[in-house]
Structures are given as C-alpha cells and as structure tokens.
C-alpha cells in the first residue's frame, strides 16, 4: 500500500491562530445551543441582577455550576449593558408578566445578544491556547504551529466554549494551568515549600475545581509528586483548601443551592454508579493509580510528560467509569489538552484524538441531534423541532441496538487508550501496529486537528441536509382535545399548501393502548386537484408510542397545493387512538413569541371535516426562507452585525497581509 500524502497550505503560527478566531466567530453566530446557552445565561442573568442564583433556579432549576463562573458572566453582561449592546432588564422577560425572568424560555437573547455574551469563552480560550504554548516551551517542542493548530482547528473547544457556552471550557483551561506549573515545578526539580509554581499551581486547580469537580482528581496525583516531605504535602493542602474555599463562598446566601446542585449533583454523583460485585470500578481503577504513582514517583519527577500520561489516564478512567447515559458531549474536551500536549511529543498519541469526536456522535444519536437544532436563532424556529434519530433509525432498525453499538464503540475507545497509557507507564513501550498505522499515513497533529474539523462539520452537514427536509412547517396548537379510536373507518384531514411547500411527514398525536395483536394504522394521502392517490403508507402499532406525537413520514415528497390525509387501521384491531380538536380555537404557535417565523404567516392550512386531528406538517424548510430570517435576525441591531462582519473581513485580510509578508 503506498504512503497516503496530505499536503496542507504553509502559514506562520500567527496566522493559524487568527484563522482559528475567524472560525470562532463565525461558529458563534451561526451556532447556538439554545438550552445550555439560555440557561447558563439565565443564571448569570440571575447573579447579575440581584447577587445571587436563586432567584434564576426557581425558574430554571436544573444542574448549577461553581459560582465564580456565573459571575464572570455576569460581569460580561454588566460591561455589555453599559456600552448599550445588551440590556438585561429586556432578558427572559415576557410582555405583561411581573414575575421575574417570565419569559424563560419562550424569550430567549436575539442572534446578536448571543454573540456578543459568548465572546466571553475568548477569556478561557485564551488563557488554554497561552498554557498549551507554555507546555510547548517547558517539554522544548520547536513546532508552534503544531500547538496553533490544535487550538485553532479544534471543533470541540468551539462547540463547547461557543455553541453551548459550557463551563468544561473554563474549567480545562484553570486545570491545563495548574498542572502547567505542577510539570514546570518538577522539570525544574523545585523543592521549596514556597515555590511560586507549586503555589500556582494549588490556585489554579482550586479555580478549576470550583468550576467543575474533575480537578479534584487530579489534585492527589499532584501533591503525591511536588510534595517532598510530610510538611509539603500539608501546607500544599491547606494553599489548595484555602483557594478553593475563597472562590467556593461558602458565606453567600445561595451556598447551600450551590452544594445542592452542583456538590452533590446527580451529575457530579453518576460517576460512581457503575459497580462490579459491590465494588465501585472508579475508586477501585483510581486507588490502584494513586499507588501505582507513589510507586513511581521518582520517574515521574524526572519526567514530566509521564506525569502528562498519568493525567491524561486519570481522565479516561473517569470516561470508562461515568455513567454512558451521562456521558455528555462536553465531556470529551476533558482530555484534549493532554492529549494535544502528548502527541506534541509523539505522534503516536495522536491516534486517540478523535474520542472526543466519538463521545460527540454518540451524544448527538442518543440526545436527539446536537448540530442542526444549534441553527434554530440564526436561520429560523423550524430548526427547533426536527425529527431524533431514534424516530427515523426506528423505520429501518432498532434504535436501541444503534444506542449499544455505538456505547459499545466509546468504550473500546477508552479502554484502548487505558492499556495503552498503562503499556507506557510501566514499559516504556508503545505498540507496533499505532507505529505502522501513524507512520503509513504520516500521522501527525496538525493534520490531525483539520481532519477533525472537516469531519466534524462534514457529518453536520450531512445531518442537516437530511434534517432539513422534516422540519416542522406548521406548529399548531390544539387546546380543546378529546380522544377518538381509530378503526377502519377513515378519519380525514384536509391540507392546504398554497406555497407548494414540500411536505414529507405528519407529526400526529396518538394513544397505543398496548397492542394486544398484530396490525396497522395507515396514512393514506390523495391530491384533492386530481383526486389521485399519491401513497399508502402503513405502520405497524408496535412502533407506536404510549402517548405523544409521532411522525409519519411519507414514502415520497408532496408538493400538492390542496392533498386530503386519511388515517384509519388496516384490521380495525388494537386499541390506537388519536386525539381531535372540536373547537376552532386551533392556531399556529410560534416557539419564541417575540420573532417573525415560519408558524405566523400560516403558509400551511390544517383543516378537518367535521373535527381537526392534532397533527402538525414536517418538510422542507428552504434554503430562501433560512436567508430570509438570518436577515431579519442582522436587522435586529444592524450596527452591530455590520460591524462584526467588517471585523472577520479584517481579520481574514490580516491573515492573507501576514502571509504575503512571509512570501516576500
């Protein structure tokens, strides 16, 4: 087989950071998770207004991060309102309420308020992409632009810091620090109790760990090594308690909501589920590390990239020991500083970066879609309502046997890298075939990390050209429902498509009182200018749900302009039911009340003969009518949007001024 060649365009290491800011911006206007991003908002929102967060969880409830991450935002916001971009008494507030944050989460920010409160992730970003450089210096690695490209190519810290303005992004950048200046004070073999990078180091990983907990694993395999004496290890303790418990404020009022919901959190406990014969499989795999590093301390003083590979093993540990079904998208950016750090030292490393790409599909499949919905504030609501996975996986085969292949796939991964990071650690050794595999293809982390991208934007793509085919195009809302059984009498609906939109499914509601025999509830569709049937299409009750909407998707498009839909069983057995609306009071909803959509100018007409079925139209949201509502998100706050194109042009001008420079 012949070496497979990758040329990749030459640039300065300048110009691969400001390439990986442009992306970033673009990343951040295109993209928004409106869940995590309106609920970290809203908190902030929340510190902000009144200094504490309960008044934000009485609305929001859910998990909670470490305080200071609030506040950091909150003094964004307050910086942002100052200047007038951003006003926070207009946040979450709903028309005619009085109670507080009213509007959470049918109000959401606008485009442009998004983008001007995730620029805030550029802080963490940047204090990671200063520590990677600095790991490159300390370990004496020449190639920066190998360090430029990880960072700037790396669509997990955008995803994270920019898309769902998670806190993991902030948290691995304190972590990255602290254990920066744990290498920097054993490269330097610094046995002073009031070394200014032990001490560093103790801050750090408090802040890091006042975040997010993951740090407080890390902190033992820390004092184990830069602790030479009792007396350190004690004052190292109490440096970390201190700085812990100050960023912590155990004095404010909202403490206890803090240990609540963050301490001793459903989230903060899962990783401690997963047993074998009673015996809990992380603090078992942990303590035999903890041992294992005392053991070996005296290697890992002398060299700090073991110290790196210990880290790192700590981490997949936690990966192979959380709960699957908790296994969230964020946290596979966990790993990648260390793993960047290590490949930068050898290449072979680099055949593990794309875990965290693994652990992204496997959220993305199991939580529904992680890509396309991220489109709904910039190009339009029928983006907030697509179809999962496990609704389409299901017409062809078991959605739940995908779910365990691909839990499966994640675990081998992670245990893969655990026998390879143990390998190393006790033989010094790394295995043949990652030789042969990293040298055959000229595996190294640049090429890595673009690979990475384009795959990652790639399978996004090809999510949304598949997704945005079964939006929702109406969302009716029915209030006056009552229950009616099918049999094999047809009960008919009339459709009215004057825009000839292209209608692929019926999103209907349904009662399956388990089916006790074997039978189906079928759609039929006739076009009413031709009295044509268009399609039969039947569904067997099995697939059915106990109660809620299901989707029916037809077998091919329909464009007609007037189409009558029939819904009725083929036997007449089983207890199938759906629900109908007798009053007129049905009418199309928006999902954000205060934006221009889709829903509100009633382009599909649902209509029943005697009594409306509950039901809503999936099709083909169009690429003009995506345009159509970004220009009317720019037009929300035109100066500004403006402005921040006139900025990316600038900065893809620097990019381009910077390159010619080196030519000449």
């Given amino acids: 087989m012949r070496n497979i060649k990758v040329k990749f365009p030459v640039a300065s290491t300048s110009q691969i950071i400001l390439i990986g800011f442009v992306i ?179 801050v750090f990983l408090a802040i890091g760990a006042d975040i997010k907990q993951i740090p407080l694993l890390i902190l033992p395999i820390v004092l184990i090594l830069i602790s030479r004496n009792l007396l350190q290890f004690i004052f190292y303790i109490l440096m ?54 005392v053991a070996i301390r005296e290697r890992l003083r002398k060299d700090p990239m073991l110290f790196i590979m210990v880290i790192t093993l700590v981490i997949a540990i936690v990966f192979f020991s959380e709960d699957i079904s908790s296994l969230f998208v964020q946290f596979g950016i966990w790993i990648l500083p260390f793993l960047g750090i290590l490949s930068l030292n050898d290449s072979n490393f680099t055949f593990f970066l794309p875990i965290p790409f693994f652990i992204f599909i496997h959220s993305a499949i199991k939580d529904g879609t992680l890509f396309t919905t991220t489109l709904s504030t910039t190009f339009g609501e029928p983006f907030h309502a697509i179809p999962t996975y496990q609704s389409i996986i299901d017409q062809f085969i078991s959605s739940a046997i995908v779910y365990k292949a691909i839990d499966t796939l994640v675990e081998v991964c992670v245990i893969f890298l655990i026998l390879y990071l143990v390998n190393r650690l006790m033989n010094g050794k790394t295995l043949s075939f990652i030789d042969q595999i990293v040298r055959r293809v000229r595996l190294d982390l640049i090429k890595m990390s673009i690979v990475l991208l384009i795959l990652f934007f790639l399978s996004g793509f090809i999510e949304f050209l598949v997704f945005s085919q079964y939006t929702l195009v109406t969302n009716y809302s029915y209030p006056h429902l009552k229950v009616v059984v099918l049999d094999r009498k047809p009960l008919y609906e009339t459709i009215a498509n004057p825009h000839e939109v292209k209608m692929t499914g019926a999103s209907i509601l349904v009662r399956n009182n388990e089916p006790k025999e074997y039978d189906n509830t079928i759609i039929q569709v ?38 009558q839909l029939a819904i009725f069983k083929e036997k ?17 909803m ?14 599909i007409i649902v209509k029943g003969n005697d009594a409306v079925i509950a039901m809503n139209i999936r099709g083909n949201y169009s690429i003009g009518e995506m345009v159509s509502q970004f220009i009317k998100d720019i037009n929300e706050k035109k100066q500004f949007m403006y402005g921040y194109f006139i900025f990316i042009s600038l900065l893809i001008i620097t990019i381009f001024f910077l390159g010619k420079i080196k030519k000449e």
């Fill in 24 to 202: 970033r911006l673009i990343v951040m206007m295109i993209f928004t998770h409106v869940y995590d991003s309106g609920n970290i908002i809203a908190f902030s929102k929340s510190i902000a207004d009144t200094g504490n967060l309960l008044p934000a969880y009485n609305r929001v409830g859910g998990q909670l991060f470490g305080k200071i991450y609030y506040q950091v935002i909150a003094f964004w916001l307050k910086v942002l309102q100052k200047t007038h971009l951003v006003s926070l008494s207009s946040l979450f507030v709903m028309p005619r309420q009085s109670a507080y944050m009213s509007g959470y989460p049918s109000y959401p920010p606008e485009m442009y308020q998004y983008v001007l409160i995730k620029m805030v992730s550029f802080l963490y970003d940047s204090i990671l992409l200063l520590f990677l450089f600095k790991f490159a210096n300390l370990f004496g690695i020449k190639n920066k632009k190998a360090v430029a490209a990880f960072w700037a190519f790396n669509p997990f810290l955008m995803y994270v810091g920019y898309v769902m303005l998670q806190s993991d992004l902030a948290m691995i950048a304190f972590l990255t620090a602290g254990v920066y200046f744990a290498a920097k004070a054993l490269k330097n073999n610094d046995e002073k109790i009031f070394s200014a990078n032990k001490i560093l180091s103790m």
């Fill in 240 to 293: 970390f308690a201190a700085s812990y418990f100050l960023v912590l404020q155990p004095w404010s009022l909202d403490a206890i909501l803090i240990k609540k919901s963050f301490i001793n959190s459903q989230e903060s406990t899962n990783l401690f589920l997963f047993q074998i014969n009673g015996v809990n499989v992380f603090f078992f795999l942990y303590f035999i590390l903890l041992g294992y590093t």
């Fill in 526 to 563: 006739m076009d009413l200018s031709t009295n044509k049937i268009l399609f039969t299409s039947k569904t067997n009750d099995l697939l059915l749900p106990q109660e809620g909407y299901y989707d029916f998707y037809f077998p091919q498009p329909v464009q007609s302009s007037h189409i």
């Fill in 572 to 588: 007449g057995l089983n207890s199938i039911s759906i629900f109908e609306e007798n009053d007129n009071a049905y009418k199309q």
């Fill in 590 to 603: 928006s999902f954000y009340p205060p934006y221009d959509s889709l829903y509100t100018s009633n382009a």
